[in-house]
């Protein structure tokens, strides 16, 4: 399987990296202190950072992230209102990332997942699904292969202009978790 | 409990007014051939057509729905490309229908529900809830009690603002279905 570096050391770095794992795929962690010493190795390379911390991470590896698969994952919510998205209407952080990026192969991918249901491969009694977008067609299936080897479904949502949209389910998800109206063991799953 | 009309004679119309008279709302229909002669009875009308349809009933009704709230259920999809969104980007059909009618309380719903998953109750194998956003707590509350009369959840996700994230949700929703990556009985549910 894959070799996949994932930047971060919180919940979702170890939720998606477990996944991985499980999936025989060899993950290295970079912890965000070490951000700019430690390399950057694989084909994938996972952001697992709230978004406010993405410019740094481009900033020290923009030259080494080249022609890599760059999973985003952040919900670009403004935290302190949990009323608006802090990128322009319409955008999203993965078009930004892709724009800062025109190297690499930008995937939105896990934002729409609570990292307690990647843990246990499960959103209340359904299975997880992971959703993707993004506009390079083999970046989206290696990692979707990656994904599905762990034992989590993944769907390709379409081009990475559907970002904007799954940013938007996820705002949706977090301000009812934050509300109480959804469980983080549960939220929007895939109903078949 | 409320007596409601609905507009339109379609597949969601149909699945959302006999949802509501399990309920025990007494519901009136108004088929598109007779919008502007059919009188619009009770607190709640839906307006159960496709979003290019609404602009005229809104023009035949304006007075009569004054006070009353107002249900927009559409996705307002380019339904040639199956690629963006017909409204500004950051806004929503609701909030377009808010602002014409701002003598009425204007309430999304049911765009996030296929119709046959209110017609059965069930997305998959999971009970089916409709989301809603909306500036009136009074008229959410009245639509939520209706809906949950009629045996299914709803919850309130917040402002008429989060019908952008709504209609993006709804997005998202019919593109993977018409894609046939999810199937017209199932789609998102929402899991506890």
Redesign the interface.
Known sequence: MAHITIIGTGNMANAIGGLFADGGSSVTYIAREAVGTAAVEGDIVVLAVPYPAVDGILAAYEGQLAGKTVVDITNPLNFETF?ELVVP??SSAAALIQHKLPASHVVKAFNTNFAATLASKK????DTTV?LAGDDANAKAQLAAAIEAGGVSA?????L??A???E??G??QL??AV?E???WT???????
Do not use: M, Q, Y
Request: hydrophobic content about 50%; proline content about 3%; aromatic content about 6%.
């Open positions: 009323d209407a319409g959103v209340g009694d359904l959703l769907i390709d949502a379409g081009a202009s559907r904007h949209e799954l938007a389910l705002f949706l301000t009812a509300g109206k959804l469980p549960g939220g929007f799953a895939v109903a078949r």
